[in-house]
């Protein structure tokens, strides 16, 4: 039986969109292997937020024409396969690689590209992923349904509105997410993460489709420039937090700027002037006595840490009024210092 490996990319589409002038001389050019991932800054209220991927367009800044990845699911032979590993027949299409983003926390990360090589130098990038509304592979998100035990399933769309340039274009039912400042392939590391800060991003629309996540929301990360925050809570220290106790209680540290005091350290949502950087959830630890978070792909420098219980109040709608009443942030830990390639572990 082959198996299935989700990460691999099996296909790969040079535009023709070479000038008359020749191939801009990329045969000459220095090549490098590229990775790209996604990753989340997560949400509490919702179960699944699964985006599909469909394609990765790499837009040379030094004239080389584009090159379209197709992002699907492959064997680890590079063959394509179904959801199960079958293999799919001659003819039909692909799947492409659909990814809940709350399995991908922290540092860790799902690849879409994984040591594709390509010609060094500066590029802009585009990620196609599809609407709620595609006919064969949705985003999607699921939720509780408050009046039923079943869950509810709506539609996503990413809000990456318009076409990728240099003549890519667009693809039905399928926003652009465009990366419109320029990165570097350089000959060494080439690590990238598209992060999704869903907290700040993902939105409830009253009208279809049922949710979007704004494009504002989304960064791409070189994750060979960056370090990575790990830390433990103590139950005794959630338990002070949800004192009285309340059910609906939502643990998550807080990320703000060094220098940010307690007494500073607002919500995502509301009015006040010192926002966090960033969020991670709190999670139960197996079979011991302490909850866990990360913060991963951080750049070097010193952070300020703010622990909540009451994450539920933050409704991460920014500038809204009031702010995020019942929101207070329990305890700190202040000058946090993050290194490249290094974990920090802290503990409150």
Known sequence: MKTLQISAIAGLVSLALVSCGGDSGS?????????LSVTDAPVDDVKEVVVTFGKVALLSQGGDAPRVFDVYLTDDEGNPVDEEGNPIPDGEDPVPISVNLLDYQGDNVMPLLEDEIV????????????????????????????????????????????????????????????????????????????????????????????????????????????????????????TSCNDPVSDAAVQSVYLYESGTTLENMAPIGGTDLVKPITSASVGDKNAQDVYEFAFGFLDAGTYNLGYTCTAQ????????????????????????????????????
């Open 119 to 238: 010609n060094v130098g500066e590029y802009q990038m585009c990620v196609f992923a599809n609407d709620g509304d595609h006919p064969t592979h949705p985003s999607y998100v699921i939720k509780d349904d408050p009046d039923s035990d079943d869950d509810l399933t709506l539609e996503l769309t990413v809000k990456g509105e318009g076409t990728c340039p240099q003549g890519v274009g667009r693809e039905p039912n399928a926003g652009v997410l465009f990366f419109n400042k320029s990165f570097t392939i350089n000959q060494q590391t080439n690590n990238y993460a598209i992060e999704f800060d869903l907290r700040r991003g993902l939105k409830n629309q009253s009208t279809f489709p049922n949710y979007t996540i704004q494009r504002t929301s989304i960064t791409l990360i070189n994750t060979a420039e960056t370090g990575n925050i790990k830390g433990t809570i103590t139950a005794d220290k959630f």
């Open 27 to 35: 045969g000459a050019s220095t090549t490098a292997p590229l990775t």
């Open 313 to 348: 109040h933050d409704d991460g709608e920014e500038d809204s009024d009031p702010v995020a009443a019942g929101f207070t942030i329990y305890d700190v830990i202040t000058d946090v210092s993050v290194v490249v390639n290094e974990d920090t572990n802290v503990a409150f």
